[in-house]
């Protein structure tokens, strides 16, 4: 019996002094090594290609959104100091670079639809985005990668970013909902073209990023 228990502890010393204290190897991982996986994250950030200032319905400025070049598409990156609404919101690179917040058909909808140039529903256009969670305090931080959109497009095509003020439903609707007005199941053709996300309360044109 003592023999056995004196086993069992050697065994949990031995295998604490492999599992938990690091390895001469992993301690002496020369500084070039490391950098060099560091340069292969593919989150690590060079100069922005495009920026968009995000500016809310009385024209301030409320954020900033910067799209990076990446090997296999772009790197969106989204930063709102406050002025964002608790919770999710619908957000979008519109087909239009201009952001009017006093248009007469409701702010910012100068900036037209979602960039859809494949002419595709919701959820599948160029211009969709993750949605945009505002905090308590009313910042938001948003980072994600996007290739449904080119560099040249984002450079290019004079677009704008826009934040709405409701979720985004990506225009999901199971076809166990069935429409009041017609009595079709499903997404109705406004949700296959928005996603339901309402009123627009920031818009950013998105300028090259030597402009
Ligand atoms: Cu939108």
Redesign the pocket.
Known sequence: MFKKSAWVMAAAVLTTAAGCAPSEEEQSMPRQEAEEVASENPYAEAAPIAKAEMVNTDDTKIGLVRFFEKENGVMMHSEFEEGVPEGFH?F?I?ETGLCEPNAPDGPFTTAGG?FNPGGTVHGSHAGDMPSLFGMKDGSAYLKSTLDRITPEQLMNENLAV?L?DGPNNFANIPNRYVQADTGERGPDEQTLR?GD?GS?ISCGVIKPANA
């Open positions: 619908g979008h519109h979602h826009i709405h928005t996300s627009r």
